[in-house]
């Protein structure tokens, strides 16, 4: 029989391109869903009738429970979070409750109704922080330098726990930046991207950004849900870095950008002391030695082809509906 899963942050990126792999394998894919005034589904538009969506919160236990008791699910991925770094110093406290009690709510769901259930935690390279070691492995310690730093080391360390406590199937990925045209636009890939088209279609004349000195390990999100579905198919449950081994600033971000479309970024970047961090992470490069031996896994798009990608499609998408806000 195939199996079943159950997706939290359906509606996202990483949940569009995990429910596209996971359909592509034969699963049923079912969507937990909050009730929300305006729905924002279209990263899963072209999937509507292929899979299924049910209402949950990770704020609420009973929603988690009963959802779980009605999929019957063989995996859970949770990719539910408040996910933007800047954000969590604006809402500190529920930045805690989705990214570290929402974990433990779902984790007890789980030991209650079914603990076979094989289940995914989307951990984070922010957990790191202010890094103690370059690069970053799956034994490197935590410095996490914002609230949603540290509460994804809450919901890191409450996976480890109910996995040695329960003996339940629980994994995470620390996953490091990863990126897509389905990036929302408050991320500074896809602000660069979506900035950059604005510029070139004549919808705008210049870009605001933080610091451009910063280092990241940028991948490609569809290379990176292929990573948290070969963790559940393992015979023994493990956390695994999951990264591309390179890091760039965002400097080079911005000139790859802008070059993709014949432009001078120098012409166009303003640096906005608005949207410096309180606390800066400089630099993360991941190691993903142990998910190349042990998962078999390896990135596919580099990061000039994931730049080059993300830029035609937002140029693609203002020439068709200029001005139009899509995040």
Partial sequence: MAKTALITGITGQDGSYLAELLLSKGYKVVGAIRRLSAPNHW?????????????????????????????????????????????????????????????????????????????????????????????????????????????????????????ESYDLFACSGILFNHESPRRGLEFVTRKVTDGVARIKCGLADSLALGNLDAKRDWGFSGDYVRAMWLMLQQDKAEDYVVATGETHTVQRLVELAFSHVGLDWKQYVKVDQRFIRPAEVDLLIGDPARARQELGWTPEVPFESLIAMMVDADVARHKEHPGVVLG
């Fill in 43 to 163: 990263r899963i538009a072209h999937l509507q009738d292929q899979i299924t969506l049910r209402p949950a919160d990770l704020l609420d236990q009973l929603s988690l429970i009963k959802v779980i008791e009605e999929a019957e699910p063989d995996e859970i991925y949770n990719l539910a979070a408040m996910s933007f770094v800047p954000a969590s110093w604006d809402q500190p406290m529920l930045t805690g409750e989705f990214n570290a009690q929402g974990v433990t709510r779902v984790l007890e769901a789980i030991r209650q109704v079914n603990p076979k259930i094989r289940f995914y935690q989307a951990s984070s390279s922010e957990m790191y922080g202010k890094v103690r070691e370059v690069p970053q492995s799956e034994l490197t310690p935590f410095y996490p330098r914002s609230p949603y730093g540290v509460s994804k080391v809450y919901g890191h360390y409450i996976t480890v726990n109910y996995r």
